[in-house]
């Protein structure tokens, strides 16, 4: 199957540098990936889906926010197909497209995430929840977990020192006007 132009196989294609036409569905990606269960379609369901140009059904699937980037497909695949990479185009893609996600937590905590990165340089997690819940507005939800982790030391009061912001906000600072180009 090869991708047409300005078909959604080919913006794919193009963007991961992944060959996905190559799949034949053996789904051995599908059946080691942990996070299966949690999933509105499974990974080589997103691949096939792609191959068929279901643009819409893929972007705004839960699937693609779902996927925790661990790899364990990518590394399965006998026709060597990195899905995680595609998961992560995909993510990318329907970002820029401003496709309503299926997952809207996800991709929140994605952004708060990265702000804290651009603003500090680091995680400081305690912030990072705050913000988060500010936004979501869900503040008693995780909160027993949050007690369990900040009494066993796993969350800091306060952030720890860290010299590296400046470069870090020039790594984003560089990222963005090369995107705005
Ligand atoms: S493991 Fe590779 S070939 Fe098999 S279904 Fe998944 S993507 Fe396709
Ligand atoms: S990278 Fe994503 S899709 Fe692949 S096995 Fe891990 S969680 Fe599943």
Redesign the pocket.
């Known amino acids: 199957m090869e991708p047409t132009q300005n078909s959604f196989l080919s913006e794919v294609v193009q963007a991961s540098g992944e060959k996905l036409q190559a799949c034949y569905q053996c789904q051995k ?1 599908s059946a ?5 269960y949690a999933m509105d379609i499974l ?1 080589n369901q997103v691949i096939r889906h792609i191959q068929y140009d279901h643009r819409e059904r893929v972007l705004s699937s839960k699937t693609i926010w779902i ?8 590394v399965r695949c006998p026709n060597n197909i990195d ?2 990479k595609i ?1 992560d185009t995909l993510r990318n893609i329907a970002i820029r497209s401003g496709v309503k996600p299926g997952e809207k937590d996800i991709p929140l905590f994605h952004s708060v995430f990265l702000d804290a990165i651009k603003s500090k340089g680091r995680i400081h997690e305690l912030s990072l929840i705050l913000q988060f819940k500010t936004k979501t507005r869900d503040f008693l939800k995780d909160a027993a977990l949050g007690w369990k982790m900040y009494r066993k030391g796993k969350i800091k009061l306060f952030p720890s020192k860290f010299g590296g912001g400046k470069e870090i906000q020039e790594i984003f600072n560089s990222f963005e006007k090369r995107e705005a180009k």
């Open positions: 990606c080691g990936c942990p996070v299966a990974p996927c925790a980037s661990c790899y364990t497909c990518s899905i995680a998961m």
